[in-house]
């Protein structure tokens, strides 16, 4: 059984450090690329960034690049999201999810596996 396992979320003051981690079981790591994903409260869930398979290729969405980043540990089966100077639109849901390819698409739809989440809130 594939399962993702976020973790690290937590409330934190504008301008503070987050390191989500998303632990994954149950699959060969290494074959799959790594998307994170958010979700605020009454917005639809929106790409973050994503990591290929030998974190060769690694994305960003314009809202969190130069803030966030993402790399991965594949003995450890981890994928991390570095969060730094966190802004009160940094408020989510965070998801991490899988796909079975080299590089890590910005479509939701193209992922096989979704961990439930961890929530992260920002305040000003």
């Known amino acids: 059984q594939v399962q993702l396992v976020e973790s690290g979320g937590g409330s934190v003051q504008a301008g503070d450090s987050l390191r989500l981690s998303c632990t994954a079981s149950?699959?060969?790591?290494?074959?799959?690329?790594v998307g994170w994903f958010r979700q605020a409260p009454g917005k639809e869930r929106e790409f973050v960034g994503g990591?290929?398979?030998?974190?060769?290729?690694?994305s960003y969405a314009d809202s969190v690049k130069g803030r966030f980043t993402i790399s991965r540990d594949n003995a450890k089966n981890t994928v991390y999201l570095q969060m730094n100077s966190l802004k009160p639109e940094d408020t989510a849901d965070y998801y991490c999810?899988?796909?079975?390819?080299?590089?890590?698409?910005?479509?939701?739809?193209?992922?096989?596996?979704w961990g439930r989440g961890t929530q992260v809130t920002v305040s000003s």
């Open positions: 999810a899988a796909d079975d390819a080299i590089r890590a698409p910005a479509s939701q739809q193209e992922y096989d596996y």
């Open positions: 149950g699959l060969t790591f290494r074959n799959y690329a």
């Open positions: 990591i290929s398979r030998l974190s060769k290729i690694i």
